[in-house]
C-alpha cells in the first residue's frame, strides 16, 4: 500500500519566515512597490536583505542609494546579523534536518544523512553513484521526520541533462510513496548557462518562500562553468562568478533551512602519478568550492557493484569512509 505524502508540511520541518519576510519592511515605512523589487531578485527575507552587498542591490532597476540605506536600517530591526553565544547557535543548529541518503552504512558515515543549512559536496568520476544519490534523495527529502526525511519538496537544477523521473517512480516504490505525488514535489529545471544558473537560484529562492522544500539539488555545479569560461585567460572571472554562485547557495540553505546537495566533477592531476599520491584525481573548482562547501564527499568505484564514500573535508565529521550499492530502489547497502 503506498503512502501518500501529505501537502502540508509538518510544522517542525520548517523554520518560521514569516516574523522575517520582507514584507515587514513595510513596518518601517518601505513601500510594497520597491519590496516586490527585492523579491524578483530573489530576496524574501529580512536575512537574505542584509546578506547581499549594496553593489548587487544597486543593480535592481528602481533601486537607489538613500532606499538601499532605508532598507537597510528596517531589516536590521527585523533580523539581527551581530554577534550570538555559541549556546544560542548550538540551539539554533537543534533545527537542522538530516535527510536519509537510504543508505544505513553511508547515514552512519554522515552522523544521520545530508544536512540542512549546509553545502554538501560529491565529487567523483561518472558511474559513482552522484547522480543516483541525488535521485534517491529527491525521494527520502519527502518522507516524514520520523523516517529520516525532510518532509518538504525539492528543487533539481539539471546542468547535464541526467534527471530521470523514471528513476523517480522505481525509487518511491521502494519506500512506499505515491509515484505521481512524489513527482508533483520535485521542481526541476535544466541549466544551459552560468547566468541561467543564477537566474534559476533567485527564482528557487522565491519557491521556497512560498512553500516548504527540505531539498535544492545542483548536479553538477561546475558543468557550465566549464563551458562558459574556458583557458586561462578566462580562469580568475570564472573563479570570482563561481565564488558568487555558492555564496548565494550557502545563503539560501541559511534562510530556509534547506539541504543543499551538489555535484562535482573531477579532474587528473599531473602530479598525481607521483610514488606519495594514491589517486591522481581531484575534485573541479579549486579553492573556491573547497572553501564554500561545508561537507566535501569523494564516491568512486569498489569491488564489483560496490561503491565506496569517503569524507574528504568536513567541520564535523571524521576522516572515515564506507562502501554502498547502486539498486533499482537507488542508494543502498551491498548487503540489501
Known amino acids: 500500500m503506498e503512502k501518500e505524502i501529505d501537502t502540508e508540511m509538518e510544522d517542525n520541518s520548517q523554520m518560521d519566515l514569516s516574523s522575517t519576510s520582507i514584507d515587514r519592511l513595510q513596518e518601517h515605512n518601505i513601500n510594497m512597490a520597491d519590496i516586490n523589487k527585492l523579491k524578483a531578485a530573489g530576496i524574501c527575507t529580512a536575512k537574505g536583505l542584509l546578506m547581499v552587498t549594496r553593489k548587487e542591490l544597486l543593480s535592481i532597476k528602481g533601486i537607489s542609494d538613500q532606499k538601499i540605506d532605508k532598507m537597510i536600517e528596517a531589516a536590521q530591526k527585523i533580523e539581527s546579523l551581530g554577534f550570538s553565544s555559541a549556546s544560542s547557535i548550538m540551539e539554533k543548529r537543534k533545527h537542522i534536518r538530516r535527510i536519509t541518503t537510504g543508505s544505513h552504512n553511508l547515514d552512519s558515515l554522515l552522523h544521520g544523512g545530508i544536512e540542512s543549512m549546509a553545502i554538501t559536496e560529491a565529487f567523483g568520476e561518472f558511474r559513482t553513484g552522484k547522480t543516483q544519490l ?162 566535501r564527499l569523494y564516491f568512486r568505484k569498489g569491488k564489483g557493484e560496490q561503491r565506496v564514500c569517503k569524507i574528504y573535508d568536513s567541520p564535523l565529521l571524521p576522516e572515515s569512509e564506507c562502501t554502498f550499492c547502486l539498486g533499482d530502489g537507488g542508494v543502498c547497502d551491498p548487503n540489501d
Open 134 to 295: 541525488s535521485h534517491t534523495l529527491c525521494v527520502t527529502a519527502q518522507l516524514p521526520n520520523s523516517q529520516g526525511g525532510g518532509y518538504g519538496k525539492v528543487i533539481y537544477i539539471d546542468t547535464e541533462n541526467t534527471f530521470r523521473p523514471e528513476r523517480i517512480r522505481e525509487i518511491s516504490k521502494r519506500f512506499e510513496l505515491d509515484e505521481n505525488q512524489t513527482l508533483d514535489n520535485i521542481l526541476v529545471a535544466r541549466a544551459y548557462t552560468v547566468d541561467h544558473l543564477n537566474q534559476l537560484l533567485m527564482a528557487a529562492a522565491s519557491k521556497m518562500y512560498e512553500d516548504n522544500y527540505s531539498l535544492m539539488i545542483v548536479d553538477s555545479i561546475m558543468a557550465p562553468f566549464r563551458v562558459d569560461y574556458t583557458g586561462r585567460g578566462e580562469l580568475s572571472e570564472r573563479q570570482q562568478v563561481l565564488g558568487k554562485t555558492l555564496s548565494r547557495l550557502l545563503k539560501i540553505a541559511e534562510q530556509f533551512n534547506v539541504a543543499v546537495f551538489m555535484t562535482n566533477q573531477v579532474m587528473s592531476d599531473p602530479g598525481g602519478n607521483t610514488a606519495f599520491a594514491c589517486d591522481p584525481r581531484k575534485p573541479v573548482g579549486g579553492n573556491i568550492v573547497a572553501h564554500a562547501s561545508t561537507t
